[in-house]
């Protein structure tokens, strides 16, 4: 059974951070891209950041030097640093395993950005 669990999420202020863990199990980690995914109320889920089995990484332009994306094969995690955090992070943020046409999603972690 593939199972994807993240942690991390919740409440900080603007300017704070968090750091978002996803454990994978039931896959062969490494060989998969790993995705953070964001959904904010009444908007589409959208592609935060990635993560290739090389090492090589992603953002969206609204999060380019603020968030840092990386994992650890040994412990098949995939973290999210979320440094400067804006009232327009909050969301849903959703861990993602992506192999050919394999794809698993977490449940998602609440990130609420509010002072």
């Known amino acids: 059974q593939v199972r994807l669990v993240e942690s991390g999420g919740g409440l900080v202020q603007p300017g704070g951070s968090l750091r978002l863990s996803c454990v994978a199990s039931g896959i062969n980690f490494k060989i998969y891209t790993m995705n953070w995914y964001r959904q904010a109320p009444g908007k589409q889920r959208e592609l935060v950041a990635a993560?290739?089995?090389?090492?090589?990484?992603n953002y969206v332009d609204s999060v380019k030097g603020r968030f840092t994306i990386s994992r650890d094969n040994a412990n098949r995690t995939v973290y999210l640093q979320m440094n400067s955090l804006k009232p327009e992070d909050t969301a849903v943020y959703y861990c993602?395993?992506?192999?050919?046409?394999?794809?698993?999603w977490g449940q998602g972690t609440q990130v609420t950005v509010s002072s």
């Open positions: 993560v290739t089995t090389g090492g090589n990484t």
């Open positions: 993602n395993a992506d192999f050919r046409r394999l794809n698993y």
